[in-house]
């Protein structure tokens, strides 16, 4: 069903921020899975067999990235990358319907929608993947960016699907703790 070229493991353990300000360790992991995208060069309504690639990869994957943290997940989010052959909406079906179960279970919650970002590419074409609380969307010390590229895809008829997770949010928040309500003006 999934014609996979490459899986591509990206980890990171950051120890200071950008200013080289030390910070309690962040553990960042991120899953690449390059395949053949069965709908390339063509205009197709019915999308379902991306749906099922990326709910069998987002299976395999998610258990793989969050063996890799130090410690358990409390971020995550989802991208993609199409060749361009593709369509934005065959990134949108690999990402979206079917991902988000897999990532949450590995994720051992998961009460937040999963941010995600999807794009038309050709090879080592990067991508901002955006991280978000997996269970509080107003966590704003959470809200990170990997930038995400693999050299030699996507090809035009290929698709790269990206999952990552983090065991913390950014080094050294500064700009909000915790939830954040809104504020009316009267």
């Known amino acids: 069903m999934v014609n996979t070229r490459k899986i591509v493991l990206i980890q990171e353990l950051i120890t200071s921020d950008y200013l080289g300000?030390?910070?309690?360790?962040?553990?960042?992991?991120?899953?690449a899975a390059i395949f053949r995208n069965p709908l390339a060069g063509r205009f197709k309504t019915d999308l379902s067999v991306l749906f099922e690639i990326g709910a069998k990869l987002g299976e395999q994957l998610a258990k793989q990235a969050v063996t890799q943290l130090v410690g358990s997940p409390i971020t995550y989010g989802k991208a993609?990358?199409?060749?361009?052959?593709?369509?934005m909406e065959h990134g949108g079906a690999v990402i979206h319907p079917k991902l988000g179960a897999p990532m949450r279970a590995a994720a051992r919650g998961g009460e937040a929608v999963i941010s995600?970002?999807?794009?038309?590419?050709?090879?080592?074409?990067?991508?901002?993947?955006p991280l978000g609380h997996k269970d509080n969307p107003w966590s704003f010390d959470h809200f990170d960016t990997m930038t995400l590229c693999v050299p030699d895809g996507p090809k035009p008829d290929e698709i790269i699907m990206f999952i990552a997770?983090?065991?913390?949010?950014?080094?050294?928040?500064?700009c909000g703790s915790g939830p954040v309500k809104a504020v009316t003006q009267d």
């Open 80 to 87: 993609a990358i199409v060749g361009t052959s593709g369509d």
């Open 116 to 129: 995600s970002n999807v794009k038309i590419g050709s090879p080592g074409t990067s991508i901002d993947l």
């Open 21 to 31: 300000e030390k910070c309690d360790p962040v553990s960042r992991v991120a899953m």
């Open 165 to 174: 997770y983090a065991d913390g949010g950014r080094p050294i928040p500064r």
